[in-house]
């Protein structure tokens, strides 16, 4: 089955840290790239980081310098290092990868992980 499991989601307070982890299914072979985004009660859902196959990151302006995206290509897993949270970094977290299944190259999603960060 192609799938990626996330875990890692919670509730914490203000200031606290979460690490979101992200693995994929045997059946996808590796990672080239991947994402973690995050939808907001009432919000459109936003890219909140990424990184290349080169481990290459990217971040949005609103995560920069608190959160960090890092993957262990062994596990093929990916993880989300989310420090210094804000009440308004509470929303559904999602992984997305562009994973190797077979000899096509894929893009898949996990089903979500919910982050509430209290005041």
């Known amino acids: 089955q192609v799938q990626l499991v996330e875990s890692g989601g919670g509730s914490v307070q203000a200031g606290g840290s979460l690490r979101l982890s992200c693995a994929a299914s045997?059946?996808?072979?590796?990672?080239?790239?991947a994402n973690w985004h995050r939808q907001a009660p009432g919000k459109q859902r936003e890219l909140v980081a990424h990184?290349?196959?080169?481990?290459?990151?990217t971040y949005a302006d609103s995560v920069k310098g608190r959160f960090t995206i890092s993957r262990d290509n062994a596990k093929n897993t990916v993880y989300l290092q989310m420090n210094s949270l804000k009440p308004e970094d509470t929303a559904v977290y999602y992984c997305?990868?562009?994973?190797?299944?077979?000899?096509?190259?894929?893009?898949?999603w996990g089903q979500g992980t919910l982050v509430t960060v209290s005041s």
């Open positions: 045997r059946s996808i072979f590796s990672i080239k790239a």
């Open positions: 990184i290349t196959e080169g481990a290459t990151t």
């Open positions: 997305a990868v562009d994973g190797y299944v077979g000899e096509g190259l894929f893009e898949v």
